[in-house]
């Protein structure tokens, strides 16, 4: 039996030289290796600012912060997504509002945003799901036009591209994670992109206190001020040194994982009772994130069976994500829904099966994988 875990952070002894080097050394904060991590995400991404942060739950936050949302604001999000894109906007006080998911994708409807908005609407939030773009002309439109902020949660799309650009700068910023499960890890981490030196300088600034000169800036000790509540929501040497050794391997990890997607899609094509989202297509460039499975038809509720034949056989699986935002209870007893409001965002918490398809996996895993999918839904069937 093979031993198939949905996410392994890989790390090499790179990073554990790297790491070694840091603690070895003086400086574990505000040292020059989140600066040069700040640079290398610049370099692959092309984005002209980057700010590296302590996870991409704080860059939300810190995006929010520097836009001033607050009570009686609105902000508009998927309502399948990681429930930190939502939270991030009830830290401030404000409230999300949640809008349905397409069904073929699992991203935020275009319609359902222009719906959605109203005289308390600050900015969009959209989330690039399984690392699939959103079609970000339609959500730009629909902003230009109400004069609206966009901000896109990159936690599972670092690698997309849509019409040639990377996710994260079509928006106003860009937000990306660097969680173990994620495509490259800093252990905790999380890095914010942008277009705009203004919001790239306030997010800085609001990471750290609020402070208006960092260390390498002071003439002398103590030659500081702080106009803003900042948060302390900065990035350490450590973990820059972790992600300076990772993105070195980023191109690699993603071709492998497209590698996978790619094998499993062909192998599991023919099955019956199931579906796949749309992936790729002229203007989207995926990250292959995971590989979902819809349960349809005969299949429909059997997801527990399914699961549990293939943990037995040493594969593991997630679920992205398990609730729609607005089900799980904090949302849904403060917001008063009643559990029928986001059909499609239900049936894919309900219907999907995640699998497994990073850089940890070879051929030969695959190939077991594929298999065991396949007997699973055969039995399942019955
Ligand atoms: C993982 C994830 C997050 C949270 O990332 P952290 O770095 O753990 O804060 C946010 N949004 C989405 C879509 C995610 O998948």
Avoid: W
Avoid at 156 to 176: E, P, Q, S, T
């Amino acid at each position: 039996m093979r031993n198939i875990p949905f996410g392994k952070p890989m790390i090499g002894a790179e990073e554990r030289q790297s790491v070694l080097e840091v603690l070895n050394g003086t400086t574990l904060v505000h040292g020059p290796r989140v600066t040069r991590f700040e640079a290398s995400f610049s370099e692959f991404s092309g984005a002209p600012h980057s700010v590296a942060v302590s996870s991409c739950t704080a860059g939300l936050h810190l995006f929010y912060l520097a836009i001033g949302v607050g009570a009686g604001d609105e902000v508009i999000v998927p309502a399948q997504t990681h429930v930190a894109t939502a939270h991030a906007i009830e830290f401030c006080g404000a409230k999300p509002v949640f809008v349905d998911v397409l069904n073929h994708t699992g991203n935020i409807d275009p319609a359902g945003v222009e719906a959605a908005v109203t005289e308390r609407t600050r900015a969009i939030s959209v989330v690039h799901f399984l690392g699939v773009p959103v079609d970000m002309d339609l959500i730009l439109s629909i902003a230009d036009t109400h004069g609206l902020l966009v901000v896109e949660d990159c936690a599972l799309a670092i690698g997309a591209r849509y019409k040639n650009l990377h996710v994260g700068l079509h928006g106003d910023v860009g937000c990306f994670s660097f969680y173990p499960v994620k495509h490259i890890t800093t252990a905790e981490g999380g890095i914010v992109i942008t277009r705009d030196q203004d919001f790239a300088e306030k997010i800085a600034t609001l990471r750290a206190f609020g402070v208006n000169r960092h260390h390498g800036e002071r003439k002398i000790a103590g030659d500081y001020d702080v106009p803003l509540l900042g948060y302390n929501y900065r990035m350490n040497e450590i973990e820059a040194a972790i992600g300076l050794e990772q993105i070195k391997k980023l191109p690699e990890f993603l071709k492998l994982r497209k590698q996978n997607f790619t094998y499993l899609e062909q192998k599991l094509v023919d099955c019956r009772n199931i579906s796949f989202f749309t992936n790729e297509n002229e203007k989207c460039q995926s990250s292959y994130y995971c590989f979902s499975i819809l349960l349809e038809g005969k299949l429909l509720n059997k997801r527990e069976e399914i699961i549990q034949f293939l943990n037995n056989k040493g594969i593991g699986t997630s679920i992205y994500y398990p609730k729609a935002v607005p089900m799980m209870k904090y949302y849904k007893k403060k917001y008063g829904y009643s559990g029928e409001e986001f059909p499609n965002a239900s049936r894919i918490s309900e219907q999907t099966i995640s699998l497994p398809v990073g850089p940890h996996l070879n051929l030969e895993d695959m190939q077991y994988m594929a298999n065991h999918v396949t007997q699973a839904l055969k039995i399942a069937e019955n």
